[in-house]
């Protein structure tokens, strides 16, 4: 899939990014909308694009699927993980750093395989974060969820591993704003393949776990369920804390559940309030 860059009617932002759709066989089509520049990403198969203003720079983060591509800037063969390019000039987009897994491991399904998932917060707008920095947090593989300093896009430093040895991943939701990240994972002993973790981010070199969250019935010790697969965990979209709503869903095949959960009753810790600071 390659990244398309369109310019959207008279969106304050220049870019948005698009699908032409030539791929499952309809012609391309635009409303409001006309392509200005695209790019083959190596060729790697793409899922979640970010793109940010960094500086003076427009930098689009891109999650692939996993398998293994060439890298045309080091000519070295790389596990999907990563792309980061610099669309400043959507015309011309430039790749300017693959960031790859530990593996390119082709999982059933499609789902925890590369990196597909990236979430990007300026440190000036976390708790705890450095203000002259950006953070991104992405997914490796099926394995962990992990933090990287892409303050310079085109030589990112690690910053630290969220949580590993897990079973699946897959979304990630990052409150800038507080620091709080919900995380897909795939726990071991718990009774479906994954579940939504709570985490503290507001300090990327020290994340700290707030407490781990599914369907009731899913957690370890719960009688065997038939279909243990049925109510995967796809992971939350929140609404921060004004809003104070955060929306889960639960299943891609056949039967799933949608759930509507109260953010500040979520966030409990050992039973007493969990209140993230807020610069």
Same mark, same amino acid.
């Given at each position: 899939m390659n990244l398309a860059l369109c310019i959207a009617g008279i969106a304050t932002l220049p870019l948005a990014v698009a699908k032409d759709g030539a791929a499952d066989g309809h012609p391309a089509a635009s409303r409001n909308m006309r392509l200005v520049g695209a790019h083959d990403l190596q060729g790697r198969s793409a899922f979640q694009p970010v793109i940010v203003k960094q500086g003076n720079?427009?930098? $689009?983060?891109?999650?692939?699927?996993?398998?293994? $591509? &060439?890298? *045309?800037?080091?000519? +070295?063969?790389? $596990?999907?993980?990563?792309?980061?390019?610099?669309v400043t000039d959507p015309a011309r987009p430039r790749y300017i750093f693959h960031l790859p897994t530990s593996s390119g491991e082709v999982v059933a399904?499609?789902?925890?395989?590369g990196a597909q &998932?990236?979430?990007?917060?300026?440190?000036?707008?976390? @708790?705890?974060?450095?203000? *002259?920095?950006?953070? &991104?947090?992405?997914?490796?593989?099926?394995? =962990?969820?992990?933090?990287?300093?892409?303050?310079?896009? +085109?030589r990112p430093v690690k910053v630290s591993t969220v949580i590993d040895n897990l079973r699946?991943?897959?979304?990630?939701?990052?409150?800038?704003?507080?620091?709080?990240?919900?995380?897909? *994972?795939?726990?071991?002993?718990?009774?479906? !393949?994954?579940m939504t973790q709570v985490f503290d981010l507001s300090d990327p070199a020290k994340p700290v776990h707030i407490r781990d969250?599914? !369907? @009731?019935?899913?957690?370890?010790? =719960?009688?065997?369920?038939?279909?243990p697969r049925l109510h995967d965990g796809h992971g939350a979209f929140s609404t921060g804390p004004k809003g104070n709503r955060l929306y889960f869903g639960y299943g891609n095949v056949g039967n799933g559940a949608f759930q509507i959960v109260d953010r500040k009753k979520l966030l409990l810790a050992r039973g007493r309030p969990y209140i993230p600071s807020i610069r």
């Open positions: 720079r427009w930098i $689009a983060y891109v999650g692939h699927h996993g398998r293994n $591509a &060439m890298n *045309s800037l080091t000519g +070295e063969k790389e $596990a999907n993980g990563t792309s980061v390019l610099d399904g499609g789902e925890g395989g &998932m990236v979430q990007i917060c300026a440190g000036k707008d976390l @708790p705890k974060g450095d203000p *002259s920095k950006f953070y &991104m947090l992405r997914t490796d593989g099926r394995k =962990a969820h992990e933090i990287w300093d892409v303050t310079q896009p +085109e699946s991943t897959h979304r990630q939701a990052w409150e800038c704003d507080t620091g709080i990240a919900y995380v897909n *994972s795939g726990l071991r002993g718990w009774q479906v !393949l994954r969250f599914a !369907l @009731p019935g899913q957690q370890p010790g =719960a009688p065997k369920r038939e279909n």
